[in-house]
């Protein structure tokens, strides 16, 4: 009689592995590139910053880090079908619950400030192609 307990117990175990969400393989993200002198500077600093999408993504150090402007690298992203359809968010604080800047893409990238503000995290994300405006 013991064996139906144990039974049970297994199916139940099996049930939830199956259940479980299956970890990512393959690493979705793309390249930033932020000017880190000032916005009036004519000898303009970027720095790269790899942003995974979908996950906010800490800036700098435990302040962020000074910034005038932020742009997707175009040429650099990883598993991303098309570019085009990728929006960032860039953030104040680390929880990423301060808006540093507007919504921001490829063809728009963001105005953070014509000196240097601070920005310590991005989010980025696909939109669907029917929100995607040429």
Known sequence: MQFKPIITSHLAAT???IAAPRPRNNYYGLSLKIQTSSGMDPDRVFEPAPVE??????????NGVSVS?????????????SINLVECRAYKDDAG????SAVFSV????????NLGT?????CYIIPENEYEQ
Not at 119 to 123: C, E, G
Request: charged content about 10%; cysteine-free; hydrophobic content about 40%.
């Open 119 to 123: 920005v310590s995290s991005v989010l």
């Open 69 to 81: 402007k932020i742009i997707i690298d175009a040429n650099i992203h990883s598993n991303i079908p």
């Open 53 to 62: 999408l979908n996950k906010l993504t800490h800036l700098g150090g435990v």
């Open 107 to 114: 063809e728009t990238p963001a105005q953070i400030s014509t």
């Open 97 to 100: 619950t301060q808006p540093g």
């Open 15 to 17: 049930s939830l592995a």
